[in-house]
Protein backbone atom coordinates (compact mmCIF):
# COMPACT_ATOMS: atom_id res chain seq x y z
CA UNK A 1 0.00 0.00 0.00
CA UNK A 2 1.43 3.59 -0.29
CA UNK A 3 -0.80 6.83 1.01
CA UNK A 4 0.31 10.32 0.04
CA UNK A 5 -1.40 12.79 1.37
CA UNK A 6 -0.91 16.36 0.99
CA UNK A 7 1.97 16.07 -0.86
CA UNK A 8 4.19 19.35 -1.07
CA UNK A 9 7.47 19.67 -3.23
CA UNK A 10 9.09 23.02 -3.55
CA UNK A 11 12.48 23.53 -5.34
CA UNK A 12 14.62 26.82 -4.61
CA UNK A 13 15.81 27.73 -7.67
CA UNK A 14 19.33 28.27 -8.78
CA UNK A 15 21.02 31.95 -9.86
CA UNK A 16 21.42 30.30 -13.42
CA UNK A 17 17.60 28.65 -13.27
CA UNK A 18 16.09 32.34 -11.68
CA UNK A 19 18.25 33.67 -15.11
CA UNK A 20 16.94 31.48 -17.27
CA UNK A 21 13.02 32.51 -16.76
CA UNK A 22 12.77 35.68 -18.92
CA UNK A 23 10.12 37.30 -17.11
CA UNK A 24 10.87 39.53 -14.69
CA UNK A 25 7.94 39.64 -12.60
CA UNK A 26 7.15 35.89 -13.02
CA UNK A 27 10.37 35.36 -11.18
CA UNK A 28 9.89 33.56 -7.98
CA UNK A 29 13.17 31.96 -5.66
CA UNK A 30 11.11 28.50 -5.49
CA UNK A 31 9.76 26.10 -8.20
CA UNK A 32 6.29 24.52 -6.89
CA UNK A 33 6.37 21.24 -8.12
CA UNK A 34 4.23 19.38 -6.46
CA UNK A 35 1.32 20.70 -4.34
CA UNK A 36 -1.30 19.22 -2.28
CA UNK A 37 -1.51 16.18 -3.88
CA UNK A 38 -3.14 12.90 -2.34
CA UNK A 39 -4.16 9.71 -3.51
CA UNK A 40 -3.85 5.79 -2.27
CA UNK A 41 -2.13 2.75 -4.33
CA UNK A 42 -3.99 -0.60 -2.68
CA UNK A 43 -2.31 -4.09 -3.36
CA UNK A 44 -2.89 -5.93 -6.61
CA UNK A 45 -3.21 -2.38 -8.49
CA UNK A 46 -1.27 -0.56 -11.26
CA UNK A 47 -1.87 3.08 -10.36
CA UNK A 48 -0.55 5.43 -12.99
CA UNK A 49 0.31 9.18 -12.95
CA UNK A 50 -0.53 10.92 -16.16
CA UNK A 51 0.89 13.99 -17.06
CA UNK A 52 2.62 15.71 -19.83
CA UNK A 53 5.93 16.76 -19.12
CA UNK A 54 6.89 18.91 -15.82
CA UNK A 55 3.57 18.02 -14.49
CA UNK A 56 5.47 17.07 -10.89
CA UNK A 57 5.15 13.02 -11.62
CA UNK A 58 8.94 12.52 -11.67
CA UNK A 59 8.79 14.52 -8.24
CA UNK A 60 5.80 12.53 -6.66
CA UNK A 61 7.77 9.53 -7.41
CA UNK A 62 10.99 10.28 -5.68
CA UNK A 63 9.46 11.69 -2.62
CA UNK A 64 7.88 8.38 -2.37
CA UNK A 65 11.04 6.74 -2.72
CA UNK A 66 12.43 8.84 -0.34
CA UNK A 67 14.89 10.40 -2.71
CA UNK A 68 13.53 13.78 -2.17
CA UNK A 69 12.21 14.73 1.23
CA UNK A 70 8.49 16.72 0.63
CA UNK A 71 8.15 20.14 1.89
CA UNK A 72 5.22 18.92 3.22
CA UNK A 73 2.64 16.03 3.64
CA UNK A 74 3.07 12.41 4.23
CA UNK A 75 4.14 9.22 2.23
CA UNK A 76 3.46 5.77 4.05
CA UNK A 77 4.51 3.04 1.73
CA UNK A 78 3.27 -0.25 3.30
CA UNK A 79 2.55 1.89 6.45
CA UNK A 80 5.98 3.04 7.04
CA UNK A 81 6.58 6.69 6.86
CA UNK A 82 8.97 7.67 4.38
CA UNK A 83 10.41 10.40 6.53
CA UNK A 84 10.87 8.57 9.62
CA UNK A 85 12.47 5.40 8.19
CA UNK A 86 13.60 5.96 5.06
CA UNK A 87 15.96 2.90 4.83
CA UNK A 88 12.88 0.79 5.62
CA UNK A 89 10.75 1.96 2.90
CA UNK A 90 13.67 1.49 0.56
CA UNK A 91 13.64 -2.16 1.22
CA UNK A 92 10.66 -2.93 0.05
CA UNK A 93 10.53 -1.12 -3.10
CA UNK A 94 11.96 -1.18 -6.92
CA UNK A 95 12.82 2.12 -8.13
CA UNK A 96 13.10 2.22 -11.44
CA UNK A 97 14.08 5.88 -13.18
CA UNK A 98 15.50 7.18 -16.25
CA UNK A 99 18.18 8.86 -14.83
CA UNK A 100 19.56 5.49 -12.67
CA UNK A 101 23.29 5.19 -13.44
CA UNK A 102 24.56 1.65 -13.94
CA UNK A 103 28.17 1.06 -13.66
CA UNK A 104 29.05 0.08 -17.61
CA UNK A 105 32.16 -1.42 -16.26
CA UNK A 106 30.54 -4.27 -14.74
CA UNK A 107 27.91 -6.96 -16.23
CA UNK A 108 24.09 -7.50 -15.70
CA UNK A 109 25.29 -10.37 -13.74
CA UNK A 110 27.73 -8.73 -11.58
CA UNK A 111 25.58 -5.91 -11.28
CA UNK A 112 22.63 -7.85 -10.14
CA UNK A 113 24.60 -9.96 -7.40
CA UNK A 114 25.85 -6.64 -6.02
CA UNK A 115 22.33 -5.50 -5.65
CA UNK A 116 21.10 -8.58 -4.41
CA UNK A 117 23.98 -8.35 -1.52
CA UNK A 118 23.38 -4.98 -0.45
CA UNK A 119 19.45 -5.75 0.18
CA UNK A 120 21.07 -9.55 2.09
CA UNK A 121 19.15 -11.82 -0.66
CA UNK A 122 20.15 -15.11 0.03
CA UNK A 123 23.10 -16.18 -2.71
CA UNK A 124 21.22 -19.06 -4.05
CA UNK A 125 17.64 -17.67 -4.06
CA UNK A 126 19.41 -14.65 -5.78
CA UNK A 127 20.98 -16.63 -8.32
CA UNK A 128 18.15 -18.22 -9.19
CA UNK A 129 15.81 -15.09 -8.84
CA UNK A 130 18.65 -13.52 -11.59
CA UNK A 131 18.31 -16.24 -13.85
CA UNK A 132 14.52 -15.92 -14.47
CA UNK A 133 14.76 -12.54 -14.31
CA UNK A 134 17.49 -12.68 -17.43
CA UNK A 135 15.29 -15.00 -19.32
CA UNK A 136 12.41 -13.35 -18.81
CA UNK A 137 13.88 -10.44 -20.07
CA UNK A 138 16.12 -12.20 -23.14
CA UNK A 139 19.45 -10.28 -20.95
CA UNK A 140 20.77 -14.07 -20.62
CA UNK A 141 22.94 -13.97 -23.51
CA UNK A 142 24.08 -10.72 -22.62
CA UNK A 143 24.47 -11.43 -19.00
CA UNK A 144 28.53 -11.45 -19.17
CA UNK A 145 29.22 -8.58 -21.20
CA UNK A 146 29.95 -5.62 -20.07
CA UNK A 147 26.76 -2.97 -19.44
CA UNK A 148 28.48 0.10 -21.14
CA UNK A 149 28.47 -2.77 -24.48
CA UNK A 150 24.85 -3.20 -24.27
CA UNK A 151 22.18 -1.30 -26.61
CA UNK A 152 19.75 1.26 -24.80
CA UNK A 153 16.71 -0.99 -24.43
CA UNK A 154 18.99 -3.78 -22.64
CA UNK A 155 20.55 -1.45 -20.25
CA UNK A 156 17.21 -0.65 -19.45
CA UNK A 157 15.63 -4.35 -18.59
CA UNK A 158 18.74 -4.67 -17.07
CA UNK A 159 18.01 -1.54 -14.82
CA UNK A 160 14.22 -3.26 -14.32
CA UNK A 161 16.10 -6.64 -13.55
CA UNK A 162 18.44 -4.79 -10.81
CA UNK A 163 15.03 -2.90 -8.67
CA UNK A 164 13.59 -6.40 -8.72
CA UNK A 165 15.95 -8.12 -7.64
CA UNK A 166 15.00 -8.65 -3.92
CA UNK A 167 11.21 -9.14 -5.02
CA UNK A 168 10.22 -6.05 -2.92
CA UNK A 169 6.21 -5.98 -2.15
CA UNK A 170 5.93 -2.14 -3.94
CA UNK A 171 7.17 -1.18 -7.34
CA UNK A 172 7.55 2.26 -8.47
CA UNK A 173 8.89 2.82 -11.92
CA UNK A 174 9.33 6.37 -13.52
CA UNK A 175 7.98 5.91 -17.23
CA UNK A 176 8.88 2.26 -17.45
CA UNK A 177 8.76 2.21 -21.34
CA UNK A 178 10.48 5.26 -22.08
CA UNK A 179 12.66 4.38 -25.29
CA UNK A 180 11.91 0.87 -25.56
CA UNK A 181 10.71 -0.63 -29.02
CA UNK A 182 7.45 -1.89 -29.26
CA UNK A 183 7.95 -5.52 -28.12
CA UNK A 184 10.52 -4.83 -25.45
CA UNK A 185 7.63 -2.41 -23.53
CA UNK A 186 4.72 -5.31 -24.05
CA UNK A 187 7.17 -7.27 -22.17
CA UNK A 188 7.84 -4.80 -19.32
CA UNK A 189 4.14 -3.92 -18.79
CA UNK A 190 3.19 -7.68 -19.04
CA UNK A 191 5.62 -8.40 -15.94
CA UNK A 192 3.97 -5.14 -14.47
CA UNK A 193 0.83 -7.06 -15.01
CA UNK A 194 1.86 -10.28 -13.16
CA UNK A 195 3.48 -8.51 -10.25
CA UNK A 196 0.23 -6.97 -9.94
CA UNK A 197 -1.60 -10.51 -10.11
CA UNK A 198 0.74 -11.35 -7.54
CA UNK A 199 -0.42 -8.69 -5.37
CA UNK A 200 2.09 -6.07 -5.57
CA UNK A 201 1.60 -2.39 -5.00
CA UNK A 202 2.76 -0.61 -8.31
CA UNK A 203 2.71 3.12 -8.99
CA UNK A 204 3.97 4.07 -12.78
CA UNK A 205 4.12 7.43 -14.30
CA UNK A 206 3.46 7.88 -18.02
CA UNK A 207 2.78 10.63 -20.84
CA UNK A 208 1.66 7.86 -22.67
CA UNK A 209 -1.99 7.37 -23.14
CA UNK A 210 -2.19 3.65 -24.45
CA UNK A 211 0.25 2.70 -21.73
CA UNK A 212 -2.21 4.56 -19.14
CA UNK A 213 -5.28 3.09 -20.89
CA UNK A 214 -4.17 -0.46 -21.04
CA UNK A 215 -2.00 -1.25 -17.89
CA UNK A 216 -3.94 0.56 -15.33
CA UNK A 217 -6.39 0.09 -12.60
CA UNK A 218 -6.15 3.47 -11.82
CA UNK A 219 -4.74 6.98 -13.27
CA UNK A 220 -4.41 10.22 -11.73
CA UNK A 221 -3.92 13.24 -14.21
CA UNK A 222 -1.32 15.19 -12.65
CA UNK A 223 -1.38 18.83 -14.29
CA UNK A 224 0.86 21.60 -12.55
CA UNK A 225 1.72 19.34 -10.02
CA UNK A 226 -1.84 19.11 -8.83
CA UNK A 227 -4.25 16.37 -8.96
CA UNK A 228 -6.95 17.41 -11.82
CA UNK A 229 -8.81 13.98 -11.89
CA UNK A 230 -8.27 10.26 -10.87
CA UNK A 231 -9.78 7.40 -11.55
CA UNK A 232 -10.32 3.65 -13.71
CA UNK A 233 -10.26 4.38 -17.05
CA UNK A 234 -14.11 4.10 -17.71
CA UNK A 235 -14.93 6.50 -14.70
CA UNK A 236 -12.91 9.21 -15.95
CA UNK A 237 -14.47 8.56 -19.57
CA UNK A 238 -17.86 9.17 -17.87
CA UNK A 239 -16.73 12.13 -16.09
CA UNK A 240 -15.45 13.57 -18.89
CA UNK A 241 -18.10 12.73 -21.56
CA UNK A 242 -15.42 11.34 -23.60
CA UNK A 243 -15.44 8.02 -25.64
CA UNK A 244 -11.25 7.52 -24.97
CA UNK A 245 -8.96 8.30 -22.82
CA UNK A 246 -6.99 10.66 -25.35
CA UNK A 247 -10.20 12.82 -25.70
CA UNK A 248 -10.76 12.40 -21.87
CA UNK A 249 -7.00 13.88 -21.01
CA UNK A 250 -7.59 16.89 -23.45
CA UNK A 251 -11.25 17.54 -22.19
CA UNK A 252 -9.46 17.39 -18.37
CA UNK A 253 -6.49 19.60 -19.46
CA UNK A 254 -9.16 22.55 -20.79
CA UNK A 255 -11.29 22.85 -17.83
CA UNK A 256 -7.39 23.02 -16.05
CA UNK A 257 -7.07 26.03 -18.27
CA UNK A 258 -10.00 27.79 -17.49
CA UNK A 259 -11.41 26.26 -20.90
CA UNK A 260 -8.60 26.69 -23.56
CA UNK A 261 -7.27 24.08 -24.90
N1 LIG B 1 15.93 20.30 -9.22
C1 LIG B 1 14.97 21.09 -9.69
N2 LIG B 1 15.05 22.45 -9.53
C2 LIG B 1 14.08 23.26 -9.99
N3 LIG B 1 12.96 22.84 -10.63
C3 LIG B 1 12.83 21.51 -10.82
C4 LIG B 1 13.82 20.57 -10.37
N4 LIG B 1 13.40 19.31 -10.71
C5 LIG B 1 12.21 19.47 -11.35
N5 LIG B 1 11.88 20.78 -11.41
C6 LIG B 1 10.66 21.35 -12.01
O1 LIG B 1 9.55 20.81 -11.32
C7 LIG B 1 8.48 20.57 -12.24
C8 LIG B 1 8.09 19.10 -12.17
O2 LIG B 1 9.13 18.31 -12.67
P1 LIG B 1 9.04 16.72 -12.78
O3 LIG B 1 10.35 16.23 -13.32
O4 LIG B 1 8.56 16.17 -11.51
O5 LIG B 1 7.90 16.55 -13.88
P2 LIG B 1 7.47 15.28 -14.74
O6 LIG B 1 5.99 15.26 -14.74
O7 LIG B 1 8.16 14.07 -14.26
O8 LIG B 1 7.97 15.65 -16.18
P3 LIG B 1 8.92 14.86 -17.21
O9 LIG B 1 8.04 13.89 -17.89
O10 LIG B 1 9.40 15.97 -18.10
O11 LIG B 1 10.03 14.26 -16.39
C9 LIG B 1 8.98 20.99 -13.62
O12 LIG B 1 8.54 22.30 -13.87
C10 LIG B 1 10.48 20.95 -13.47
O13 LIG B 1 11.10 21.86 -14.34
Redo the contacts with the bound molecule.
Sequence with gaps: MIEVSGLKKS????KR?LAMIADRQARQKV?I??SDLSFTVRPGTIFG?L????????????CISTLLKPTDGKVLVMGIDAEESPEKVRASIAFLT?DLKLDKHFTPLDTLRFFADLHRVPKALAEERADVLFEYFDITPFKDKKIGELSQGMMQKVAIAVSLIHDPPVVIF??PTNGLDIITARKVTDYLKMLRDQGKTIII?T?IMTVAEKLCDEIAV?LN?SLAAAGTVASLLEQTGQKDLDDAFFEIYRAENGGVS
Excluded: M
Design positions: YKLSQKAVLGPNGAGKTTTLRNDESHIG
